[in-house]
């Protein structure tokens, strides 16, 4: 009996010391129980055992004090000592998104991030993560590492004889001699089998093939017929199309409804107007019958397309000159050449010899100093320094080196530039949107 009173004792005795211990611990602050935590954590790191610190470290870093951002810290450090592990990629990056989420992340959330995925090669979440810190701080040193990033780029493999302007979200492509669409990326849509293609629009392109001209969707379907004889046909665009009939252009819609005003010349539609030509001259027509600029000029710039009209703008030809109508007015100011403005961006003019850029007052943005340049499409401009194209951003930096043959201007993040493998697309990893019709 007394041994089994002194057991009982004992037991009693053990039990109101283990309760006495968690009432103890129970009575401690939130940032005594992190700082335990985080103790028992570190002492754990310091033997190289990551995997029984993360859980310490995690229950730390639910709690909110002072030492909760370096309790995060620590547990991003074990994260990434166990990323091979399946699970702790997640891990890492969910406690980044969170830390980033907060109203009063620092930058240095966000170049970590940013930093990370460059080093697994996912510049477009590194980019994400460095606009979503620009957005936020407003932080100089980002804005550096987003602007020194922003135009890496990826080569397509697809290989054709010659590509077009990029129109919306389709190129005119040729291969083998014959004419077909692709996506804005290169990616083949209507294959190349047609003696000539016009521009997507509307659901529809204009091709002609054994003597016909018809319109197919996208899926190569013919979705009309034109019963007039056209000896050629032009770009499709704004629902309008130029048919070279009797001698005289005249414009049709999608459907081939023929309209009664005939030119000598037009281009392509562009924001509601294109360059005509009557009588010998040129101008600028609107979908109508009035003219923007009447045609009293000896030409009109226009693109690779035959757009001439963007940003209320359009350069005309007079004299061995080109001189920059904007708002229906014209700018003060010659040129030697021109090419017109894009949807956005400055226009490319000749000066000296050289080519530099101007915006629709004629106010000089890119000094003069290129040997051949397209105006900017988006935030780019494809310019020739010496033998080789590149791309300059709005600053004049060049920001891609100037290696291909030749280049055309930027859509949706896409470019097509000529190789020594033949016509290819390069792609900004920024941009990874699929393009749609």
Request: charged fraction near 25%.
């Amino acid at each position: 009996m007394k041994n089994r009173a002194r057991i009982m004792i004992g037991c009693c005795c053990f039990l109101l010391l283990i309760i006495s211990w968690v009432v103890v611990i129970s009575s401690d602050s939130p940032a005594d129980k992190q700082k335990k935590l985080m103790d028992l954590a570190a002492g754990l790191m310091e033997d190289d055992i990551y995997i029984l610190a993360v859980p310490l470290l995690e229950e730390a870093a639910d709690y909110r004090t002072a030492a909760t951002p370096l309790a995060e810290k620590e547990l991003k450090r074990a994260y990434l000592k166990l990323i091979d592990n399946t699970g702790y990629i997640g891990r890492y990056t969910g406690l980044l998104e969170k830390q980033m989420n907060q109203k009063d992340a620092p930058p240095e959330v966000f170049e970590e991030a940013a930093n990370y995925y460059m080093g697994v090669s996912k510049l477009p979440d590194a980019l994400k993560a460095l606009k979503a810190g620009i957005a936020k701080t407003g932080d100089p040193g980002l804005v550096a590492q987003y602007e020194d990033s922003r135009y890496a780029y990826e080569t397509s493999r697809t290989h054709y004889d010659y590509v077009a302007a990029i129109f919306g979200p389709t190129v005119q492509v040729r291969a083998d001699g014959k004419w077909g669409l692709a996506r804005a990326d290169g990616t083949p849509l209507i294959p190349c089998e047609y003696e000539k293609i016009s521009t997507f629009c509307a659901g529809r392109a204009i091709a002609k093939k054994n003597g016909e001209i018809f319109a197919v969707d996208s899926n190569n379907n013919r979705v009309a017929k034109l019963h007039e004889e056209a000896l050629d046909f032009g770009n499709y665009a704004d629902n309008r199309i130029p048919f070279l009939i009797d001698g005289q252009w005249r414009r049709a819609t999608g459907d081939f409804t023929l309209g009664e005003s005939a030119f000598e010349r037009i281009g392509t539609y562009s924001g509601g107007y294109a360059a005509a030509m009557a009588d010998g001259k040129w101008g600028v027509v609107d979908i109508g019958t009035k003219w923007l600029i009447p045609a009293e000029y000896v030409g009109v710039a226009q693109d690779e397309l035959g757009r001439c009209y963007a940003q209320g703008a359009v350069f005309v030809r007079q004299g061995g000159a080109a001189y920059l109508f904007s708002g229906g007015k014209l700018v003060e100011g010659a040129y030697e050449d021109a090419r017109p403005f894009s949807d956005e961006g400055f226009a490319a003019v000749k000066r000296g010899g050289k080519w530099g850029f101007i915006d629709t007052a004629g106010t000089e943005k890119v000094g003069f100093e290129y040997d051949d340049a397209l105006s900017f499409g988006q935030h780019l401009a494809a310019v020739r320094i010496g033998g080789l194209w590149g791309y300059i951003s709005m600053s004049g930096q060049v920001v891609i080196e100037p290696i291909f043959i030749e280049a055309k201007s930027f859509s949706d993040g896409t470019a097509p530039v000529l190789t020594e493998q033949g016509w290819q697309f390069i792609k900004l990893l920024e941009y990874k949107k699929k393009v749609g019709l």
